[in-house]
């Protein structure tokens, strides 16, 4: 029963974008197709169950009344990064790799020219501040099925520019991951682009995860690789995401 809904959650988010990349995923015997049927485990809460494949709010122009606040690290000062900003993110790649057949690395004239999707949403902090932003990028889904996921892959990392923390025994990148339920979910976007303009620096230039149905901290800015896994224990601590390692909810659902 729940194997079959996954398969039609599947089918539903694949066919809402009517992209060839997607192709592959209605051949029963495909591999993404056995990927959404594997989905049952990690299936870990009643409130995962139930949420399924439901659409978080999508809001109008209108409803856009400030800017995105700029939260957690608002400014990576790693000398690559700050030499790639000042270029203009020229020579940025997002890379795709791990349980994937065909790794990738894309720039973002690359991305650029991938089917977009636009979407006015509202960003919860835990710390208990909302922003409504519109967001424009690549659906997840589309990068991920252009890498080929193994049918063992569970999770997807992202791994991201900024050390959120430093001492004396080294620094600590921000990172994050989500299921491949949430990942290749139509809400689930690399943006780029934030209120009708590039993504600002401060809000995780040149690209950052939107994942819709989940709290802010989940959704990682200054993604530089996508890596799938099927366990999130060489993460961190564990818990799979930087905030989750200290305490937070790794499924932050709202
Ligand atoms: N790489 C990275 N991603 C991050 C953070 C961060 O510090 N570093 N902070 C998180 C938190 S707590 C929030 S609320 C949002 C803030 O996004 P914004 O700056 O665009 O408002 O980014 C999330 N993603
Ligand atoms: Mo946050």
Known sequence: MINRRHLMLGSAALS????????????????LRQLFASHEGLTRSTQRALIGDRLAPEFSEADIRQGQRPNGSTDPDSTDYRRMAEAGFRDYRLTVTGLVDVPQSL????????????????????????????WQGV????????????VTARYAVFHCFDAIERSLSGEVFYYESIDLIDAFHSQTILAYAMNGAPLPVANGAPLRLRVERQLGYKMAKYVHTVELTDSLAALGY??????????????AGI
């Open 238 to 251: 564990g818990k799979g995401s930087y905030w989750a390692d200290r305490g937070y909810e790794w499924y």
């Open 107 to 134: 720039s973002l004239a690359d991305l650029a020219r991938l089917p977009s999707r636009t979407q006015i949403t509202r960003h919860d902090c835990v710390e208990g501040w909302s922003c409504i932003a519109k």
């Open 139 to 150: 659906p997840l889904g589309t990068v991920l099925q252009m890498a080929r996921p193994k």
């Open 16 to 31: 809402l974008s009517g992209c060839k990349v997607f192709d592959r995923a209605s051949d029963p015997d495909s591999a």
